[in-house]
């Protein structure tokens, strides 16, 4: 049974608009697909040709009569081509039903893929492949399904469709379009060479591959019009012709210029769905709100099944509600000069709390980076934080249940809030330190960066710069490196866009800051900056290496070897006894034997002292150390664990009431610093921290915690309102202090110490 996928913001007032979609579906238009699947019915091609020249209402007269007049599968394609999806539905399952025919399977697991439910498509693709393993158009159709979800398998499996079938058009040209997304131009550009001389031979329509040249034009940065004006020749309303090479505008960030592509594309065919949806979604990442909602409007009259059209609708409902901030961020050489703005949204479940800690490190981030990358932002900034990770998720790719924490759209960045997760599920604070250096590199650079690098230097950041200075490698990236399973600088893009196992992307993502941070230690992060400004220019990845390092890419692919071998060698090699060793420390737990435990996780840190997250040996130690009764010994532990970046609510918790209660306040304030970082609900600590901030002079950062308290809706109201007019007096500007002491004494009459501040104030006067 065919369904609309439901998402968990279903209020929106398009119901209204399904009820006229559901009870008009023949009128639907979805995506143009070209239809290269030779089962097909010559009536039924017949009729494909005629969409394919442009004359969409003579294709529709001929799919009508066939409708009207045919039976079985060629009926239910004729119904399908139509857009009558559910008709459509109701007759492939009546040709299955008493058929073995891997054709029907086929066509209609199409149907599913035409309506965005993958996942049932590739069920559908399976049964067919049950009724004869070798039937092609479902290997080829499985591949595609595979590949929506850029999963590294969908290449090896159309690799070896190609070279089994070389005159199949549509395995060519799945196969062009990933070896595209991959910047393989070379064997892109062949495999649709291949393919054109195929569709001459054939008779099939050169469409799509015209406009895939053209996106591998827009790659190498020479001009679209020549394949455009081809396929305009042959179709003058194919929109697709602009669609299809403004997705690569998208894999390699450049949503200004692919909106520009889609604007095109609708204005070309205005009933294109799939491009009104991706103008309305890139409308979106570039902050064009009203012009995304109208596309999207668009969008959803011609498609209803669209589950990233009517995701992203909703969000905007909900955008619309969040509460919206501005600021200026001041040059920290001369206050008086502007470096940035920004915009700051934030759901109002967390704004009060989370916007001080926000602004906070947003104007430092802008501040370092203006000087750090020697770029200053020409327009303001867009920051989002959202407390529901589903509204995130569809915020990024229009659907819920992403495994991202933040996304970077130019000057727009979108993550997590801490209530998104649980708590000390991810260190927010670095989150959003690492999204807003993609801000500068890649604003910097017009988005002329390959993803290895952009994402490199934001590990890099986090790791050198940021809130937290976590250089944790997990398990999975040291057995990665350990099986050389490492991809070489120049294929490194290959693991962000087409991973080939379970954890690549993440593994990439550490290899990419490992490469960085190694390029500034060896040669200065002036090479890092070298290397920006060639990327910028248009330098690929050995001329920017070239100009920064004066070494190509396989030399340096050793040299960063021998630094791992130096850095993680020792490690690595006995990774396996390691493994082991954290096994059997934990039985020693489990057994109560604090002698073996104390003595392994000893051993376990001096090996990996790095490894702070989860499992790690540091708290266990402190653990064993408290049970021995060596408070002092404990506490010094997890002063050592949070120097190196560990970061656990509960432990950091535990470890600011020790240190106070041990007389060693000044010590628990970085703590309670990286605890708001990573969990920033404790009222206790913000009102601590304030305190401590008030007492050495330091208001701004006084303000931000009372401000924060003022957020979380404490019981505490008139402690905070007095600690702002103290942070106020400290910055000699007596009227705010006047205000919030008065604020304080509304909530509190009768709260001794704003009465004797007041009184001071009075005094004075």
């Not at 203006?370 to 407390?387: A, C, G, I, N, S």
Request: glycine content about 6%; overall charge negative; some cysteine.
């Amino acid at each position: 049974m065919l369904r609309v996928e439901i998402a968990k913001y279903r209020t929106w007032p398009a119901a209204a608009l399904l009820w006229v979609a559901l009870s008009s579906m023949s009128e639907f238009v979805h995506a143009f697909d070209i239809q290269y699947d030779l089962t097909r019915s010559e009536a039924i091609r017949a009729c494909d040709q005629h969409l394919y020249e442009g004359d969409r209402a003579q294709s529709q007269t001929c799919y009508k009569r066939l409708l009207d007049s045919s039976t079985g599968l060629e009926q239910a394609d004729a119904a399908a081509a139509l857009g009558d999806t559910r008709r459509a539905n109701k007759l492939y399952r009546e040709a299955a039903s008493d058929s073995t025919d891997p054709a029907i399977k086929t066509h209609w697991a199409r149907l599913y893929l035409q309506t965005h439910q993958v996942s049932d498509a590739e069920a559908l693709f399976r049964e067919a492949l049950l009724y004869d393993e070798n039937w092609l158009p479902a290997q080829i159709g499985l591949a595609e399904a595979l590949s929506q979800s850029f999963e590294g398998q969908a290449r090896q499996s159309l690799f070896q469709i190609t070279t089994e079938n070389p005159d199949n058009v549509q395995a060519l040209l799945l196969l062009a379009r990933i070896e595209l997304e991959l910047q393989n131009l070379p064997i892109g550009r062949g495999l649709l060479n291949r393919a054109l001389a195929e569709v001459e031979a054939q008779g099939l329509p050169p469409l799509e591959i015209y406009a895939l040249h053209a996106g591998a034009d827009l790659l190498e940065g020479k001009p679209l019009q020549p394949w455009i004006d081809r396929a305009l020749q042959y179709n003058p309303h194919y929109g697709n012709v602009y669609a299809i090479p403004a997705h690569f505008y998208i894999i390699t960030y450049r949503y200004k210029e692919a909106v520009d592509l889609y604007q095109r594309a609708v204005a070309t065919d205005p009933e294109l769905s799939t491009a009104h949806r991706d103008l309305g979604i890139n409308q979106l990442r570039i902050n064009n709100l009203f012009a995304a909602r109208y596309h999207l409007q668009q969008a959803y009259v011609r498609d209803p099944f669209d589950v990233q059209t009517v995701n992203t609708l909703r969000l905007l409902d909900d955008i619309d509600d969040m509460r919206i901030s501005y600021l200026d961020v001041p040059d920290v050489n001369d206050p008086n000069e502007i470096v940035g703005r920004v915009l700051i949204r934030l759901d109002r479940e967390d704004a009060d709390a989370l916007e001080p800690y926000v602004i906070d490190l947003s104007i430092r981030a802008v501040q370092l980076f203006t000087e750090r990358y020697d770029f200053k932002l020409r327009q303001p900034m867009v920051v989002e934080l959202y407390h529901d990770h589903d509204d995130f998720g569809v915020r990024t790719v229009s659907t819920p249940g992403i495994g991202l924490l933040g996304v970077t759209f130019g000057y727009l960045t979108a993550m997590d809030s801490p209530k998104a997760r649980a708590a000390g599920e991810f260190h927010w604070g670095s989150t959003l330190w690492h999204e807003i250096a993609h801000v500068f590199t890649l604003t910097a650079t017009n988005h002329k960066l390959p993803r290895w690098f952009s994402e490199g230097l934001s590990v890099y950041e986090e790791w050198n710069t940021g809130p937290l200075p976590d250089r944790e490698l997990s398990m999975s990236v040291l057995s990665a490196i350990k099986s050389g399973q490492l991809l070489p600088l120049e294929q490194l893009d290959q693991g962000f866009v087409r991973p080939s196992y379970e954890g690549q992307v993440q593994v990439s993502y550490m290899q990419a800051g490992l490469i960085c941070d190694f390029i500034a230690t060896r040669w200065g992060h002036d090479a890092l900056l070298t290397m920006l400004k060639r990327f910028g220019e248009g330098d690929d990845t050995q001329q920017a290496l070239a100009a920064a390092i004066g070494s190509e890419s396989d030399t340096f692919d050793a040299q960063f070897s021998e630094y791992l071998d130096t850095e993680w060698g020792e490690l690595i090699s006995v990774l396996d006894d390691y493994s082991a060793e954290v096994r059997q420390l934990d039985r020693s737990v489990q057994m109560e034997d604090w002698v073996s435990a104390k003595a392994l996780a000893r051993d376990l840190i001096r090996r990996y002292p790095q490894r702070v997250g989860s499992g790690n040996p540091y708290q266990i130690l402190a653990a064993v150390l408290r049970e021995q009764g060596d408070e002092s010994a404990a506490t010094d532990t997890l002063l050592a664990w949070h120097a190196l970046g560990g970061h656990d609510p509960e432990t950091l918790i535990e470890l600011v009431s020790e240190l106070r209660n041990s007389d060693r306040g000044a010590e628990a304030v970085p703590v309670m610093e990286s605890l708001n970082w990573v969990m920033p609900y404790k009222t206790d600590i913000h009102r601590w921290l304030g305190d401590h901030y008030l007492t050495i002079n330091e208001p701004e950062l006084a303000l931000r915690e009372f401000n924060a308290l003022l957020g979380m809706q404490t019981d505490d109201v008139a402690a905070a309102h007095l600690g702002k007019a103290r942070a106020a007096l400290l910055k000699d500007d007596e009227s705010t202090a006047r205000r919030e002491l008065l604020y304080s004494l509304e909530s509190a009459p009768f709260y001794r110490p704003a009465q004797h501040l007041l009184l001071s104030l009075v005094d004075g006067d």
